[in-house]
Each structure stands twice: as structure tokens, then as C-alpha cells.
């Protein structure tokens, strides 16, 4: 073999290496990529329900279980039988991003969100309503906090016995929709029905409706943070119209 073959073979020979490695090379830089900017992803689930482990806290579980399958990790906030003030529209949220009333789970639940990258609520039914503790938690944060909800995925969950529970779902996913959160939805609306603590776990349907919803949300978050930084559409200023002359 002289030169110039010698060269000709190991010039082919390396071209084909070079094709026959780059496509591993790129997954696995895909991979590290995707591991670093999936470390801090989290989800903040709140638990609206009295009962710690009823139901509505089988759902969330569900949920949570399926998101960190996908990596992303997850905190449950419990209201329990907690009492929680009502939103008393004194404004004072405006100035200091916190609500005045200091003395329950609405300021813990901001400083979590604030580190969290989107929200699932879950609550049961309550004559076809969600129950008054989680609505007035919800609508505390809402307005305090907005700024803290603004662009992170949200998704609702609604459990009940017989019905109800589609208002319940509704409900819970107006404030989301007036903070531009992407709505995360399931193959059906986010419900799971359960009477009896633990009643949930026959709900097959129910109990895939959350692994899905989860699936849908760990996609959306990492579309999202697929370069480190979260990336959100840029929006005109907001403006109001009052209908009040």
C-alpha cells in the first residue's frame, strides 16, 4: 500500500467513525443537558381537603409519584382542618408581596411556590363547590402572590362521591386562568370519585386521569426549561376596562 491509499483508507475509516459516533455523542450531551436543567424542576401540590389521607390526598399522591418518575420533584401542602382567613381586600399584598394575615398557610404556601415551577390544586366536594378553606387559600395566593404564579403550569383536581365535581374542577382553575398559567390538562377532566378514605384507589380511570395529567405536566415543564432558563411568550402591558360609568 503506498501514500497515497494509506491516506485514502484512514481518511474513509475516520469519516465513518465520526458518523457512526456523532449521533451517541449528541444524545448523550442531550442527556446531560436535559439532567442539568431538570435538577431544580418542582411542582407545589396543595391538599385543600381536611382529611390528610383521604382521597383528594390519594389523587395528589398519584400525581406526585408520576412526576417524580420523570424526575421532577414535588412537596404536598396540607391545609388539614387548619383554619384560613378569608381575603379581606385590604391591599396591603400590593406593597410587600405577602398577605397581612400572618398567622396561617397562605405566606408559607407563597414562600413555596415561590421555589416552585408549577401548581396542582386538589380538593373535594363540597355542594358542588370546593371546600371554603382551599378557595380562600387559593385566592390569598392569587392575589398576593401573582407575580410569584405568573407563567407556571397550574392543573386542578377534584374529587367527590357521585357529582359536583366538574363545577368543583371549574372553580379551581379560574384564578389560574386569569395569571397567564398554562392550564395542564388529562385525558378526561381531572376528576377522581371516592367516598369512604381510601374508595379513590377503585377508581381506575380516575387514578390514570393523574398519571396523565402528570405526564402532561412533567412535558410542559421541560419544553419550558429545556435550555435552563424558563422561556414565556412576551405580552402586551395589561390593561383594564371598567363597565362602571
Same mark, same amino acid.
Given at each position: ?41 418542582? !411542582? ?139 392550564? !395542564? ?6 376528576? !377522581? ?53
Amino acid at each position: 500500500m503506498d501514500r497515497r491509499d494509506f491516506i485514502k483508507k484512514t481518511a474513509v475509516a475516520a469519516a465513518a467513525g465520526a458518523v457512526i459516533s456523532s449521533p451517541l455523542s449528541s444524545l448523550a450531551a442531550l442527556e446531560n443537558k436535559d439532567n442539568k436543567a431538570m435538577k431544580h424542576l418542582k !411542582v407545589l401540590l396543595i391538599n385543600g381537603s381536611p382529611r390528610q389521607k383521604g382521597n383528594t390526598n390519594l389523587a395528589l399522591a398519584e400525581a406526585a409519584k408520576q412526576l417524580e418518575k420523570h424526575g421532577i420533584g414535588t412537596e404536598v401542602l396540607q391545609i388539614g382542618s387548619q383554619a384560613i382567613h378569608g381575603c379581606v381586600a385590604c391591599n396591603q399584598c400590593h406593597t410587600t408581596g405577602r398577605c397581612v394575615f400572618d398567622d396561617d398557610l397562605c405566606n408559607h404556601a407563597i414562600e413555596i411556590m415561590t421555589q416552585s415551577d408549577a401548581l396542582i390544586v386538589g380538593a373535594p366536594t363540597y355542594y358542588g363547590q370546593p371546600n371554603g378553606t382551599v378557595l380562600s387559600l387559593v385566592q390569598r395566593m392569587s392575589y398576593a402572590a401573582s407575580k410569584v404564579m405568573q407563567n407556571k403550569p397550574a392543573a386542578a383536581v377534584a374529587v367527590c362521591r357521585r357529582g359536583g365535581a366538574s363545577a368543583v374542577y371549574q372553580t379551581l382553575l379560574m384564578p389560574f386562568q386569569m395569571q397567564n398559567m398554562p392550564i !395542564v390538562t388529562s385525558q378526561y377532566w381531572n376528576i !377522581v370519585y371516592g367516598r369512604t378514605e381510601g374508595e379513590a384507589s377503585l377508581d381506575a380511570e380516575g387514578l390514570q386521569t393523574m398519571r396523565t395529567m402528570a405526564d402532561n405536566m412533567a412535558f410542559l415543564l421541560k419544553k419550558i426549561h429545556a435550555d435552563g432558563e424558563p422561556k414565556y411568550p412576551e405580552r402586551e402591558k395589561h390593561q383594564t376596562t371598567s363597565f362602571i360609568k
